[in-house]
């Protein structure tokens, strides 16, 4: 429901008179002239998926569940209408339209294909959800768009719906701690350049400083369809140059279904080695000062739990019921729909639940650039580092849609997903700095929970107002939070203080507790307006206009207590010791009220549109301009830090044009131009200062959006409804690229900043290119050598080039003296060598030169038998933008390897295993140069001689076998 | 020309101070006399001897100054366990505090919780220098009681402990003369945008809980460090550092200096424990006495130094517990051209009794504070006596601001910061 909660905007208070003069329109409805019929098996078995086409009108549709489709508008006149189904032979019908109101409705019977017989099971899908529906969804939109049918995902190795993004063309992902997609990167555009919607509606992120959405939050089971659009309509939101991520949820279905599945699993990884966790349900989700009576000071133990820090471990035995065994992941789906009165009410729910346990071994490296005497970086210490997480994601959405009457239509959805990390970390470090004896070495045991939620809640509205006119609208409430209460350490290190110098554990000198927490509500409006004019029907012509109102309103709060040991020396026995018998000073027992991230930022975009669709012969044109309005601020806790806001407003001009030589082709091209906002913290000017590993980092207010002129062109073959061949390309001019710039105090390319010492901040560097190819290959073998055989395929070349500013130590010449600035002119001259700034170019962050996927798939239905083996390849890219020049991290090819299986069986039955990362393919990070000569380092270091390796991951494969049943009316 | 400022926020009770301009050139105080009272907000102009209690943070504006003169004892009343409840003294002009060997100023804690077992409590928020300070002059003065938590700003995380004094900018000008740093929870001495620095003649003890150094340079330091003792330091005595990028490289010579237990209370091995220069800074280093500290003169850090530019020699160095000795200077640092960096410098004295006047070396190496009527100075006949090298200057031979100039002593040709008797 629609809130109006401590907002001064109100929705427009038009809607009201636009239902009453929708109901006096009523009279004058006439329905447009359609071609409507079932498409039936020679049983009489309704046949889902079969395509309809109209050539000469290059008019598409495939068929519902239940057989049924609705093809419009006709003009008067005979047209040859063509039907086809796999295992089917194909048919054409010859269908005659009188007149304006003239349904034709035919009942098709197709004939099995003889070389096919009996091969053909009928299966249970409907619309969307089917490989045919999201064929259809991309031939027929009018944008660049790539989309993945839950069939699809059903038999695929993937279980989040990060998992299923990285097989779409053009895209890749960027991976949480455990390996698992996490962000996706489209056309080599980073998180930062998409967005994110469900069902159409724009979300917010629970992430406490910027926009984009964790993918792994959603399961995929609760999908129809995953669309990712890359260009982008008038009436589309102008806020991606990457693309557009749509989640869309499964609808109220034409028939009852039922379905419900049940998998167990688990990951290898916990067979080399223990399961680390913690007591997660004696975290205490208020921070101290939360808790405590108001205003006193929390300075005193007993305000902090102590059982989940006590650290603990399992094995993964053999024998399940034997103590200290790791429980295997479990995970479990249900699906029910069903359609009521007459078919006008339908309903669908839909939850998932997956418990699972994940993790990564890992190691890395410190390391330093700009060192005084090379320009090699410097590797500064040595971790090794284990992951364990048990990793609970919830989803439950539901939907409703009632047909009030021919004319009006309204639809509710609500979902929320639920998706707690509860991390362990384990790491072990070596400070590379040893003396004689004594080594510097540090362990470390983070107990971390994160409970991340969305939820949304949409009231939609489809009302016909004449034949001419459509009005639909959207009132949508979106909450997203995170929380990551008592973020808690326990660090030892090394000390040799004893008479025989022998090793102890004694507690860190400092260690902290972090009670964090953020939320974003957002209260949205959409309404569209679409005229029919019918003096115009040759054209076939579509005017749009409408709108959108977004008052968004979000809140941080971070509260970090330090803790030093006392008495300072103070030993730990990991396991053994007893978190409640080490002994504390709370050095601020006040929290931290003042700290950066208590912020409260809002955000209210007005956004307006006008559309226009109109077709010429074969040819059809979509364009219009779109016009944004920004009002983004922010007010902070901090007296020093002064609440500010940025407004501004963005023109977005678009034409999309699609030329259909024939039925099953199409041509695109395309020119939109979009932006990109900045996150929600990166606009506050805060400094935090550095530490020894950490460079002090700020804001920028003056910070400004991103933007971009977009252009693609696409070739679209559809020889049947499941294959495909998609030759695209792209080229993006991006104005004031956001980058992290470190700027040293008085920087002269920033004369705006006064940093004390060197800082990061993020800037709007100088325009940025990005261009690239994308092929897409789909084919089904449906006879032959091959028959049952299928593969899908795609490789995309992307090539940017951005100008970032990179520091580097350079001798001081006549040329370069002016950029020196006062102060390093009182001690430095002609001939000193100092740090300087250089312009290096280089690929976008995150940017793959090649990537591609490839699935070869086997799918006999008569067998009731599906496998499927799924290989990504993502080239190097580069994962962190480092300072100097030349050391940027880079995180090496790799390719992926799933696998899944299924087998039907007592009729309404699926058993399947999937197993991801077949090979353990490790996440390597590594600098292309060759480090800095260090003692005792080169045995870590296996290609010293050419780079320098920063991070290595192994995650292990997952394992997962189940059951699902499906039950269909 | 001068200007009675009232200072409307500023309550002064007993009030027999005299409100003077900002002039810098301002050396017309008033008598002598009973100083003393409340103080809270802005505060400008000379403050007499006496004991001010402080229980709300106090301001020196921008472009304006606040002198002390002998005996002011400034007794901030704080818990220590959040920012609004440990004042502090904020500079954004010049703070000129001006004892005498008899009458020291003090910065300190109300009198009842001044006791060596509070030592680490740290009750109140230090001296902290903005960018706008000009200059923070402390000569025979007192810091005491400090690191209360900070409040988020370009130098703290909220919650992070504040240095005992805070410089922000390259051109403040920072004396620390003839001066006492002691009983602090964590850093001392913070130039952390930079600073130019004289300190000289001062004295750092029991400075630092469990980690915390004397004086931890950051970007854009230039001076000198002499002629001081550290004795019973957390970590470092002195630990020059700075990125050396777009602020003048941190250069800071560290010479005359002895240092005594320095490195024990920090618990993780292989850090800290005498002089640490990282993260590009450079300098020369000479003539410094380090008696049982956990390490010698120690040229790494997460980000090295400037390896190459750090001249050393002539150290002399001691320890009564032979675990030590092999850390008087660690085998496996390399230079910037991957050369190991040795120890061996020829004119270094290695585990010869230094012969302090009236101080054991075999006093246990954690204490902290000094045995009352300790004489760091050499015997005569001392091995380090005359063993020094001169053959360099200061950074800068003087250094003045407010009125004040402090002459930098060059290198003496005895080591460590006392000479002999």
């Known amino acids: 429901m629609f809130h109006h909660h401590g907002s001064k905007k109100q929705f427009p208070r038009a809607k009201k008179s636009w239902f009453i003069s929708g109901l006096l329109l009523l009279s004058h409805y006439v329905f447009p002239a359609k071609f409507e019929g079932k498409v039936v098996s020679e049983d009489n078995e309704p046949l889902i998926g079969a395509t309809v086409s109209i050539l000469d009108l290059n008019l598409h549709i495939t068929t519902n569940i239940d057989g049924t489709f609705s093809l419009g508008t006709l003009p008067k006149g005979t047209h040859k209408a063509y039907i086809s189904y796999i295992g089917f032979l194909k048919q054409e019908v010859e269908i005659t339209v009188k007149g304006e109101n003239d349904v034709v409705f035919q009942v098709i019977k197709l004939k099995e294909d003889p070389s096919l017989l009996g091969e053909v099971v009928i299966t249970t899908s409907y619309e969307g959800t089917s490989e045919a529906g999201a064929r259809a969804a991309e031939r027929n939109s009018a944008v660049v768009l790539n989309a993945v049918s839950a069939e699809t995902i059903e038999a695929s190795p993937d279980i989040t719906v990060a998992n299923v993004i990285q097989r779409v063309s053009g895209l890749t992902v960027e991976r949480n701690a455990n390996g698992d997609g996490q962000y996706a990167i489209v056309r080599g555009m980073n998180k930062r350049y998409n967005y994110t919607l469900v069902n159409g509606i724009k979300i917010p992120s629970p992430d406490n400083e910027n926009r984009y959405i964790p993918l792994d939050i959603f399961p995929a089971e609760l999908l129809d369809q995953l669309a990712v659009s890359k260009s982008l309509t008038p009436s589309m939101e102008g ?52 808790r405590s009576p108001s205003d006193a000071r929390v300075a005193t133990l007993e305000y902090y739990s102590t059982e989940n820090l006590n650290f603990e471990q399992r094995n993964l035995n053999p024998n399940p019921f034997a103590a200290g065994t790791l429980r295997p992941n479990s995970l479990g789906s249900f699906t029910y729909g069903d359609r009521f009165k007459d078919g006008k009410l339908g309903v669908i729910v839909a939850a998932s639940y997956q418990n699972t346990f994940r993790g990564a071994n890992r190691i890395e490296f410190g390391i330093s650039d700009n060192e005084f005497g090379s320009p090699n970086p410097r590797v500064s210490r040595f971790q090794d580092r284990r992951y364990s997480v048990e ?27 639920h998706l707690e990390n509860n991390e362990t970390r384990v790491i072990w470090e070596d400070g590379l700095r040893d003396a004689n004896l004594e080594r510097t070495l540090e362990n470390n045991w983070r107990a971390q929970v994160n409970r991340q939620r969305i939820y ?75 005229w029919t004019p019918t003096t115009y029907k040759k ?16 809140e941080n709060f971070f509260d970090l207590y330090s803790f030093r040991p006392n008495p300072g020396s103070q030993e730990y026995i990991p396991y053994e010791t007893n978190y409640e018998d080490l002994s504390w000073r709370i050095t601020n027992g006040g929290g931290t009220p003042s700290h950066v991230l208590n912020y409260q930022s809002y955000e209210d975009i007005i956004a307006n549109y006008g559309e226009f669709q109109f077709r010429k012969n074969k040819t059809q044109f979509i364009g219009g301009v779109r016009a944004e309005h920004t009002n983004q601020g922010y007010i902070t806790k901090n007296d020093n830090i002064p609440g500010g806001e940025q407004k501004y407003w963005s023109i977005l001009p678009s034409l999309h044009i699609k030329h259909m030589p024939t039925g099953k082709t199409n041509i695109r091209s395309s020119y939109f131009r979009s932006i990109s906002r900045p996150s929600f913290l990166e606009i506050i000017p805060y400094r935090r200062p550095g530490t020894e590993e950490i460079r002090p980092e700020g804001g920028n207010p003056n910070l400004r959006p991103v933007d971009a002129h977009n252009f693609d062109a696409r070739f679209e073959y559809f020889p049947t409804s499941t294959d495909q061949i998609l030759i695209g390309g792209f080229y993006k001019i991006i104005n004031n690229p956001i980058e992290q710039a470190i700027l040293a105090p008085t920087d002269p390319q920033f004369p705006q900043f006064l940093p004390p010492s060197t800082t990061i901040i993020p800037v709007n560097l100088e325009t940025a290119i990005n261009q690239g190819i994308e092929v897409d290959y789909m084919k089904r073998f449906t006879q032959g050598y091959f028959k049952n055989f299928g593969i899908r ?21 006549e040329d370069n003296y002016d950029q020196l600035t006062p102060l390093q002119r009182e001690t430095l001259g002609i001939g000193d060598t100092t740090l300087l700034n250089v312009m290096q170019s280089r690929p976008l962050q995150g940017q793959s030169r090649h990537i591609g996927n490839l699935s070869l798939f086997y799918r006999n239905k008569k067998k009731g038998f599906n496998a499927q083996v799924s290989m990504v390849y993502t080239g190097s890219r580069i994962a962190v933008v480092s300072a100097g020049l030349d050391t940027d991290w880079w995180m090496r090819e790799m390719i992926q390897l799933d696998l899944s299986i299924e087998k039907t069986f007592a009729k309404n039955f699926v058993a399947f295993v999937k197993i991801a990362n077949l090979l353990d393919t490790p996440y390597e990070l590594y600098i292309k140069r060759p480090h800095m000569p260090q003692v005792g380092i080169n045995e870590l270091q296996p290609n010293s001689a050419t780079e320098t390796l920063v991070r290595r991951d192994f995650y292990h494969r997952n394992i997962l076998f189940g059951v699902r049943y499906n039950f269909n009316q | 020309m001068k200007k009675l400022t009232f200072l409307a926020s500023a309550l002064f009770l007993g009030a027999a101070i005299s409100f003077t301009s900002c002039g810098k050139d301002d050396e017309d105080n008033g008598p002598g006399g009973n100083g003393g009272g409340d103080l809270s907000g802005e505060v400008s102009g000379t403050l007499e001897a006496g004991t001010y209690l402080i229980t709300s943070d106090i301001i020196v504006p921008e472009g304006q100054e606040l002198r002390l003169q002998p005996g002011v004892i400034l007794a901030f009343d704080g818990d220590g366990l959040s920012p609004e409840t440990s004042p502090e003294i904020t500079v954004f002009g010049s703070l000129i505090s001006e004892g005498t060997e008899a009458n020291p100023v003090m910065f300190t804690v109300p009198e009842d919780r001044r006791d060596v077992s509070n030592a680490f409590e740290g009750f109140w928020g230090g001296i902290q220098g903005m960018a706008t300070a000009e200059a923070i002059v402390l000569r025979h003065t007192i810091v005491e009681y400090t690191g209360a938590p900070a409040r988020q700003s370009d130098s703290y995380d909220a919650g992070d402990p504040r240095y005992a004094i805070l410089t922000s900018s390259p051109s403040t000008v920072f004396i620390f003369d003839h001066s006492t740093l002691r009983n602090i929870a964590d850093d001392g001495i913070r130039p952390d945008g930079g600073a130019r620095i004289a300190i000289v003649h001062s004295t750092f ?31 470092n ?25 320095c490195g024990f209370r920090r618990v993780q091995a292989g850090r800290g424990g005498s002089i640490n220069y990282e993260q590009g800074a450079k300098g020369k280093v000479y003539n410094n006495l380090i008696v049982n500290c956990r390490f010698g003169l120690r040229l790494r850090g997460d980000r090295l130094p400037d390896t190459l530019n750090i001249p050393y020699d002539y150290q002399h160095y001691y320890a009564n517990d032979p675990v030590d000795e092999d850390n008087f200077w660690p085998s496996t640092d390399v230079d910037a051209n991957g050369n190991r960096l040795t120890r061996e410098k020829p004119n270094d004295i290695i585990q010869v009794d230094p012969m302090f006047v009236n101080y054991s070396v075999s006093t246990n190496k954690t204490q902290g504070v000094p045995p009352s009527g300790a004489d760091f100075r050499l015997q005569s006949n001392a091995p380090g006596a005359n063993a020094g090298y001169t053959g360099f200057s200061p950074y800068r031979s003087s250094l003045s601001a407010g009125g004040v100039t402090v002459t930098v002593p060059g290198p003496s040709s005895f080591i460590g910061a006392f000479g002999t008797n």
């Open chain 1, 391 to 417: 990793q609970e994601r919830a989803g439950i959405h539901s939907m409703m849609d009632y047909q009030i009457n021919k004319r009006n239509k309204i639809r509710w959805y609500n979902a929320m997903v």
């Open chain 2, 237 to 261: 005595g002195s630990k020059p550092a700075g990125e050396g990028d777009g602020v003048p490289q941190t250069e800071i010579n560290t010479y005359n200096n002895t240092f005594i237990n």
């Open chain 1, 793 to 813: 395929a795609n490789y995309t070349f992307t090539d940017s080039r951005i100008e970032s500013i990179k520091r580097t130590r350079t001798e001081i010449t």
């Open chain 1, 539 to 554: 054209l076939d012509l579509k005017l749009k206009a409408g709108g959108l109102v977004r008052i968004k309103r979000r």
């Open chain 1, 456 to 530: 949304n809640s949409t009231l939609q509205g489809e009302h016909v107002m004449s034949d001419e006119l459509t009005i639909d609208w959207s009132l949508v409430y979106s909450l997203a939070t995170q929380d990551m209460p008592d973020n808690s350490q326990i660090i030892t290190v090394s000390n040799y203080d004893t008479p025989g110098r022998e090793l102890r554990w004694l507690v860190h000198e400092n260690i902290v507790r972090i009670w964090e927490k953020n939320s974003d509500q957002d209260y949205a409006s959409y309404y569209n307006f679409t």
């Open chain 1, 239 to 290: 806020d991606a140059i990457g693309g557009v991520v749509d989640l869309r949820m499964k609808e109220a279905p034409k028939k009852k279904i039922l379905t419900a599945s049940m998998s167990s699993g688990f990951n290898t990884l916990f067979i080399d080695r223990p399961y680390d966790y913690f007591n997660t349900s004696a975290v205490d989700f208020q921070s101290p000062m939360q």
């Open chain 2, 205 to 235: 003890y029991n400075c630092g809980e469990t980690g915390g150094e004397g004086l931890n340079a950051k970007d854009g330091t230039t001076g000198d460090i002499a002629y001081n003792l550290f004795y019973g330091v957390a970590t």
